[in-house]
Every structure is written in structure tokens, then in C-alpha cells.
């Protein structure tokens, strides 16, 4: 079984499009993130949710909405996508905010 | 704000020789992690380091702290191609718990 699951694992699509991204964790936890990590394999953390309760959003454009159902799923949904948003984007858990992460497989956004 | 920075960021060694890769951060912390990265691949937990002059090691790699010096390393010995990825550490940013990553060492290892 796979701890935290992503979909898709890649997504190529044109600018001005809006899609989704899926995270699934199977562990537990309570504490779910968004990080991209940019061309240059640079980590930066997007958003982290903590039992379905939004607890950090760093500067990122309001294009960029995380949605948690519960504490098992973290979806990030994206409007009006850039060529700039090409990145891969990683989900990850941690039992709560103060442990290491598990991360998922991550999705390739390209924009084109 | 907290900064981590890692040296070096790139890093081509032949087998067989020993290396070490640094990370500092700029402000107190109470854990580091490092972890690895194969291309195309996700992130792997390689160790966490709790407190002052903590130490841990798996095979080849050996992980150290010293909160005082705000330093970690990473020691490489007897390096061998499949220690070959990108390594990462990571601090926890201690107002809002989540980690704050380097750029990460591009490690080479080559016969």
C-alpha cells in the first residue's frame, strides 16, 4: 500500500487551463503540505493543512487553492495556469507538524 | 526568516573517497533532517537529528548536529555509485513547525 498516493504523476496542459492535483495519505497523520520544487530541484513549501485546517499558505498566487475533505486528503486545484507553473509538485504528511514528512511520488506540471 | 544553506552544491567524487557536505541555518532550530533524492523520484528519509552533538549513521553516510554552531553534516566514506542522487537537509521552522529545505548537493559518484 502506498503511504501517500498523488494522481496524476503527470499532467501537460495549456496555459489559461485549470486542473487538479490529488494527495491521499493512508498513515494517519494529521498534518498534510504542498511543496514545489522548481527546475533548479529547489524545495518551497506551499501549503500545510493540520486536521483539515489551513495553517500555513506562503506567498503563493490566489490561482493556487488547496481543498481538505479530511484529514486523509489534501487536493490542490490550480486556475489559469502559467508557463511558470511548470514544476513538480510533491504532497507530504507528518503524524503532526513538528515531525518528518513522507512524501508522495509528486506530479510533473508542465504548461505549455 | 529562516535560511539553509547547503555546500557544495554540486559534487563529482570518485569511488572509493570520502566527503563531507555542510548545512547551516540561521536561526534555532530542535530538528534537521536529511533526506535523498534519485531523478524522478520522490524524497527519502535518510535521518533526523534531535539535539546537540547528535550522530547517526546508515552504511556509508553519517549524519551530525551542532545546534550551537547551527551546522550539520553529512559524511560520505568510501563513496560508491549508488550513493549517486541529490541529498537534501532540511530544518523545522519553529513558529509554524513546517521543514524549510536547501538547495540540495548534486552528488556524482564516478568509478
Known amino acids: 500500500d502506498t503511504a501517500v498516493s498523488q494522481t496524476p504523476k503527470y499532467l501537460v496542459t495549456q496555459m489559461g487551463n485549470d486542473k487538479s492535483i490529488k494527495c491521499e495519505q493512508n498513515?494517519?497523520?494529521?498534518?498534510m503540505y504542498w511543496y514545489k520544487q522548481d527546475s533548479k530541484k529547489f524545495l518551497k513549501i506551499m501549503f500545510s493543512?493540520?486536521?483539515?485546517?489551513?495553517?500555513i499558505n506562503e506567498t503563493v498566487p490566489n490561482r493556487f487553492s488547496p481543498k481538505s475533505p479530511d484529514k486523509a486528503h489534501l487536493n490542490l486545484h490550480i486556475n489559469s495556469l502559467e508557463l511558470g507553473d511548470s514544476a513538480v509538485y510533491f504532497c507530504?504528511?507528518?503524524?503532526?507538524?513538528?515531525?518528518?514528512?513522507?512524501f508522495g511520488s509528486g506530479t510533473r506540471l508542465t504548461v505549455v | 526568516e529562516l535560511k539553509v544553506e547547503q555546500n557544495p552544491l554540486f559534487l563529482s567524487m570518485q569511488e572509493g573517497k570520502n566527503y563531507t557536505i555542510y548545512c547551516n541555518y540561521s536561526?534555532?532550530?530542535?530538528?534537521l533532517y536529511w533526506y535523498r533524492q534519485d531523478p524522478g523520484k520522490s524524497l527519502e528519509s535518510l535521518f533526523v537529528?534531535?539535539?546537540?552533538?547528535a550522530v547517526k549513521q546508515e552504511g556509508r553516510l553519517m549524519a551530525s548536529l551542532d545546534t550551537k554552531a547551527r551546522l550539520s553534516t553529512l559524511h560520505i566514506t568510501a563513496a560508491v555509485h549508488d550513493l549517486s542522487a541529490t541529498y537534501f537537509c532540511?530544518?523545522?521552522?519553529?513558529?509554524?513547525?513546517?521543514?524549510?529545505f536547501g538547495k540540495g548537493t548534486k552528488l556524482s559518484v564516478k568509478p
Open positions: 536561526t534555532t532550530s530542535d530538528r
Open positions: 532540511a530544518v523545522v521552522r519553529g513558529s509554524q513547525g513546517n521543514l524549510i
Open positions: 493543512y493540520n486536521n483539515k485546517e489551513l495553517i
Open positions: 498513515l494517519g497523520h494529521d498534518t
Open positions: 507530504a504528511s507528518s503524524l503532526t507538524q513538528y515531525y518528518g514528512y513522507t
Open positions: 537529528l534531535l539535539s546537540n552533538g
